[in-house]
């Protein structure tokens, strides 16, 4: 089955600084990479996806980047706030619908 | 548009007893999966239903655990004589198809705790 890994397992940044979480997945049959924010003690929230067509997709001050020749994707944020503090999970679906999830990166941002 | 609804949110129980938890997806939405998440860890797949059928169970433990989706309500996971090492946060997501390359939204989640 797939094996998706993700680091940083706990990043800290200044405020308006960026911040990239980076994953590889195992399974070339993957062919869409969301990602997930999770406050503590609530639900994952979908934040960004890619499917494996495009290399790079951008939403304000988020983007991914996916190399599918050596299987990793990124997560970016740039000029980070407050409120991006958070736990992220990468995760690669391949075509039996699973998700497989990342370990989760711990992001603070420090004002 | 209501989201994906879990209840109940906290649920806790003894040793030996059963625990019952409740997903009801989006609407529109026809395919459930749902996931155990262990502080501080990440959410691991444990089951995948559409309506009336178990499509993917690769991730349920072998015994004490079952789900269904009945044609109508919501789906269950049923956790039978349920032990310390049961006790976690679990979450369903439900999407409006199954193919490989739809997001799959959460629900709030049920934090189980066993006594």
């Known amino acids: 089955g797939e094996n998706v890994e993700q680091h940083p397992s706990t990043l800290s940044v200044q405020e308006g600084d960026s911040a990239v979480i980076k994953c590889t997945y195992s399974?070339?049959?993957?062919?869409?990479f969301p990602w997930y924010k999770q406050e503590l003690g609530k639900r994952p929230q979908l934040i960004i996806d890619i499917r494996s067509n495009v290399g790079e997709k951008k939403d304000q001050r988020i983007a991914v980047t996916l190399n599918k020749t050596a299987k990793h994707f990124s997560l970016h944020i740039t000029e980070t706030q407050p409120e991006d503090s958070a736990v992220y999970f990468c995760?690669?679906?391949?075509?039996?619908?699973?998700?497989?999830f990342g370990t989760g990166t711990s992001l603070t941002v420090i004002p | 548009n209501a989201g994906v609804m879990q209840n109940p949110r906290h649920l806790v129980r003894r040793r030996g007893q059963e625990a019952r938890l409740r997903c009801s997806p989006m609407k529109g939405h026809s395919h459930v999966y749902w996931y155990r998440q262990l502080p501080e860890e990440g959410l691991k797949f444990m089951v995948y239903l559409q309506k009336e059928n178990i499509i993917d169970e690769s991730g349920m433990p072998k015994e004490r655990f079952s789900a269904e989706f009945p044609k109508e309500g919501p789906s269950i996971l049923r956790i039978q004589q349920v032990v310390r090492g049961d006790s976690a946060a679990y979450f369903c997501?439900?999407?409006?198809?199954?193919?490989?390359?739809?997001?799959?939204?959460f629900g709030d989640g049920t934090r189980l705790s066993i006594l």
């Open positions: 995760a690669a679906s391949e075509a039996g619908n699973q998700f497989y």
């Open positions: 399974d070339s049959a993957s062919n869409y």
């Open positions: 997501a439900s999407s409006p198809q199954g193919a490989s390359n739809q997001p799959q939204h």
